[in-house]
């Protein structure tokens, strides 16, 4: 998460015994779900016990991490899980959290990668147009599953399956347009 908010740096959630959360950019009160927004935007938070001013981010972003979980797409196998508990009190335990950091941001390299092999390998030919569409509708997709920030559920259904009816009505015209 490098992306800095419009201060300098961070933005300051506090939590308070209530367990809410207020967001001192907006001066407004959010839930984990409007953190977990933030994350997937790239914007850079740090959560702070209103109390003590202990930075809890870390605690926090494991309860979202465990919400994600809970609504039943897993991306956690078990057996990860298990292997994961194994190493704390392990000798190499200073040396995991470097090791899964790394690992993820090769995963994103990687992802990138992939991306822009696909393009540039139908780039010239007659299947570069379908190819574009094809990765504009999965982007369109993988969207689908991130909330817009101030959405209503609702809202944001509705605004989705407009957005796919006219790329379905793209490559319709297209595939009529080809045969």
Do not use: C, W
């Amino acid at each position: 998460m490098k992306k800095a908010s419009a201060g300098n740096g961070p933005v300051i959630i506090k939590k308070y015994a209530n367990r809410r959360l207020y967001n001192t950019e907006t001066s407004s009160y959010i839930t984990l779900d409007h953190l977990a927004v933030m994350t997937r935007e790239g914007r850079d938070f740090k959560v702070v016990d209103a109390r003590s001013d202990e930075d809890i981010t870390h605690n926090v972003l494991t309860q979202i991490i465990m919400e994600e979980e809970s609504r039943g797409q897993t991306m956690l196998p078990v057996s990860f899980l298990r292997q994961l508990i194994s190493l704390y009190g392990d000798n190499m335990q200073a040396m995991v959290p470097g090791y899964l950091e790394a690992s993820m941001d090769s995963f994103r390299r990687n992802q990138e990668q992939f991306k822009s092999a696909v393009e540039g390998a139908f780039a010239h030919s007659p299947f570069a147009e379908i190819a574009k569409r094809n990765i504009e509708m999965f982007e369109a997709a993988t969207a689908a599953f991130q909330p817009k920030a101030g959405a209503t559920p609702a809202q944001a259904k509705d605004e989705e399956i407009a957005a796919l009816k006219a790329q379905l009505a793209e490559l319709q015209a297209k595939v009529d347009k080809l045969g």
